[in-house]
């Protein structure tokens, strides 16, 4: 006979650990996680079957008479490495909380920044401007050239709105490894 | 005794070295050396059970004795021991890449002793997963692998790494999740865990039960082979790590995650077909992957996209479901791992000589650092697939094994494979111009070092603590910004990468091998259960309950 009490536990474990991990506080997401892992414990004990005695060989008992064995050493198991892991991030929320001052789950600087980038890159979708042949003038006064071609550039993009890069200079300038959160 | 026996020395000779170097945390110089040498010798092992399984089906090793399916089982075939060689390969370059960087950087930063363990529990996991016979055991190679990868992506714990490291892990442990539940799940259905026993016994279960548990096992393994809808963690997460951790991360960890639904496709349920949704998922795999590439401007997360997107390619080939399609995949997933290892290895460099791996901070690398311009132009043509290369060679393989197949599905991830491997020829290209060929005052932002000139007007010349923001990154200390082994490591690998051209023919054949004994699980049951085999196994005993 299966036993509906830890079905039911195991369904409200699997309702409130999903709930929990996806709330942005990094504790709630690792209280979320255990509740699941634990959940996935008792899921597991049940594909074992019916309850029985326990494996300790006895010549006098029919072996129906015995619980699967199997089940639980497979629970073991998953109870050693979800107990790392548990550890690794308090280790990983403790170390955020440090940097951050904050419990929360961080958005990514760079991919935040790449959203907000205008459909328009004024270096890539430009129609191509007619370059001088290269046989005309030095190379100095090309250059010149395209300088004078590129300072036009950015007066017009400071111009018109919606152009990202020129008004969130300071964004590009910070560098990725030192961290959005060093100052 | 056979080689065969010696088998389970490529999973517990790193796991004992890893434990050695923790004992000598004190002594930097003799953890080099020991990990060096065992990832030789467990390399030199692999390339002797290669060799040994040329044309020999797959052999199964009874670990402690207790014969399949009570005991638990290594198996040796074409498809694992090719996925070892390749990916000890990889990890012996890029150790030296990493003992390189740590060497020149002083080890003052990086917990370098935590470093090398980590990294041989890394490889053992890898090597565990392509070896298991069980699926649990597959599950604790699975495991090994990401605490390890927690603990390298995390390392020395700056601000970017913890964000980064708190996705990846959240992501990991549900996927671990998923797959533990579909274990429970499958043993209450045919109560084993062998992956030979589930074989023979998943035909006999009704095909909506096979279809759930082939399913939640595909989702399992496509957070961690990150296929389209499940691959969104993959480029938050990999490009803050150090740059050869990224590279390890990037070649091997989804190819980990492919051949695990490589083994779900081919041996556990091959009855039950879902290549429909494969082909979609291939398909928006591939394009929504190389999409996101295009619009990236940090190099690191451009690889990462494309990464994604060639997952595509190699599901592609699985959702084909033929032995031609299947011979392509290994050679994919082969080659793929070469590449992309070799193309963060250098993205790794350039971002030490430029001072940046954003494109709009970078220019003028090719008068700088030459050297970097071949070391990227040749990896970065072989991933897009241009003719002499083996990029190129596996699409064909891919795009021949469609025609063969001919039904609209496979015309239709043809024609996808090959827009993409254009688009990324355009992304590589893109990164190329911008990168190399444009003169440092014409990038939109450009690095400081860029600017410097000599007395002569040549670019990029650093002379350490000149100005600030050089202070400011190096800390004040001289350092070797390409040192000699971080150098030799990258042209080494991509010359791997250059010559498997040159190994096309026998590497297709020992692909073919391995996709011949995919295609006939009734081969690998035989092997693992000998005597045990169908119908003789005592069933009672372990309790199916359905």
């Known amino acids: 006979m299966i036993d509906a009490a830890l079905l039911i536990v195991m369904g409200v474990l699997y309702a409130v650990g999903v709930y929990l991990l996806l709330e942005k506080s990094l504790t709630k997401v690792l209280l979320g996680i255990m509740l699941i892992t634990n959940a996935t414990n008792i899921f597991i004990l049940h594909a074992g079957g019916m309850p029985g005695l326990a494996a300790l060989y006895d010549p006098d008992t029919p072996a129906e008479d015995y619980l699967d064995p199997l089940p639980q050493a497979l629970i073991l198991t998953a109870i050693v490495i979800s107990f790392s892991v548990t550890a690794l991030m308090l280790g990983m929320i403790y170390r955020s909380w440090v940097l951050s001052k904050k419990d929360d789950i961080q958005d990514d600087a760079e991919d935040r920044r790449v959203a907000q980038q205008p459909d328009y890159d004024p270096e890539d979708d430009d129609a191509a401007p007619v370059e001088p042949s290269e046989f005309e003038g030095s190379e100095e006064q090309r250059e010149e050239a395209y300088q004078e071609r590129k300072r036009a550039e950015r007066a017009s993009a400071e111009e018109s709105p919606g152009s990202y890069r020129m008004q969130h200079e300071h964004l590009n300038r910070g560098d990725r490894d030192r961290g959005e959160w060093d100052s | ?546």
């Open chain 2, 1 to 546: 005794m056979s080689i065969f026996d010696l088998a389970p020395a490529a999973i517990i000779l790193p796991l004992l070295t890893a434990g050695l170097n923790f004992t000598l945390y004190r002594r930097p110089t003799v953890q080099r050396l020991i990990s060096l040498i065992a990832i030789i010798v467990v390399l030199a092992l692999e390339s002797t059970l290669l060799i040994a399984s040329w044309g020999s089906g797959p052999v199964s090793i009874s670990l402690g004795g207790w014969a399949a399916p009570f005991g638990i089982v290594l198996v040796v075939d074409q498809l694992s021991s090719l996925m070892l060689v390749v990916s000890s390969v990889v990890s012996l370059a890029v150790l030296v890449y990493a003992t390189g960087q740590g060497l020149a950087d002083g080890d003052d930063d990086a917990p370098i002793s935590v470093f090398y363990p980590t990294y041989l529990v890394l490889l053992a996991g890898v090597s565990n997963a392509f070896l298991a016979g069980d699926l649990f055991n597959l599950y604790v190679g699975f495991e090994i692998l990401l605490t390890a990868s927690y603990v390298l992506l995390t390392m020395s714990g700056t601000a970017p790494r913890i964000r980064a490291g708190v996705t990846y892990t959240v992501v990991s442990v549900i996927s671990s999740m998923l797959f533990l539940m579909s274990i429970g799940m499958i043993y209450a259905a045919v109560g084993t865990v062998n992956m030979a026993d589930i074989a023979a016994k998943v035909p006999d279960l009704p095909p909506g039960t096979q279809l759930q548990l082939h399913l939640m096992l595909l989702v399992a393994f496509g957070i961690k082979a990150a296929v389209f809808p499940l691959s969104l963690w993959l480029p938050d997460s990999y490009p803050t790590a150090p740059a050869p951790v990224t590279a390890v991360f990037a070649g091997l960890l989804t190819k980990v995650g492919v051949y695990a639904i490589i083994r779900t496709e081919t041996l556990l349920f091959p009855d039950s077909r879902v290549d429909d949704l494969l082909t979609w998922v291939a398909i928006l795999t591939l394009v929504v992957g190389i999409l996101g590439a295009l619009t990236q401007g940090d190099i690191k997360r451009t690889l990462s996209f494309i990464l994604i997107s060639h997952i595509g390619y190699m599901i592609w080939g699985i959702a084909l479901a033929t032995p031609q399609g299947m011979m392509a995949v290994v050679f994919y997933v082969a080659h793929h791992i070469v590449i992309q290892t070799s193309l963060f290895m250098v993205v790794g460099l350039i971002e030490r000589r430029g001072g940046s791996a954003n494109m709009d901070r970078l220019a003028g690398m090719a008068k700088i650092a030459p050297i970097l311009g071949i070391l990227y132009f040749v990896p970065a043509m072989n991933l897009g697939g241009i003719p002499p290369f083996s990029g190129f060679i596996g699409k064909v393989g891919l795009i021949e094994a469609s025609v063969e197949l001919g039904t609209w599905q496979a015309y239709a991830m043809a024609g996808v494979g090959v827009f993409v491997s254009l688009l990324t020829l355009m992304t590589l290209a893109r990164i190329w111009n911008r990168v190399f060929w444009r003169k440092p005052e014409h990038a939109e932002f450009p690095d400081p070092i860029l600017l410097a000139t000599d007395e002569d007007g040549n670019y990029g010349i650093r002379t350490s603590g000149e100005s600030d923001a050089e202070s400011r990154r190096y800390r004040g200390r001289d350092v070797k910004l390409l040192p000699a082994s971080m150098l030799g490591s990258t042209i080494g690998l991509v010359a791997v990468g250059a010559a498997l051209t040159l190994v096309a023919g026998p590497l297709f054949a020992f692909s073919e091998q391995a996709a011949e004994n995919l295609s006939d699980p009734d081969v690998y049951i035989q092997e693992v259960l000998g005597d045990n085999a169908p119908g003789a196994a005592d069933d009672a005993e372990n309790g199916g309950q359905e």
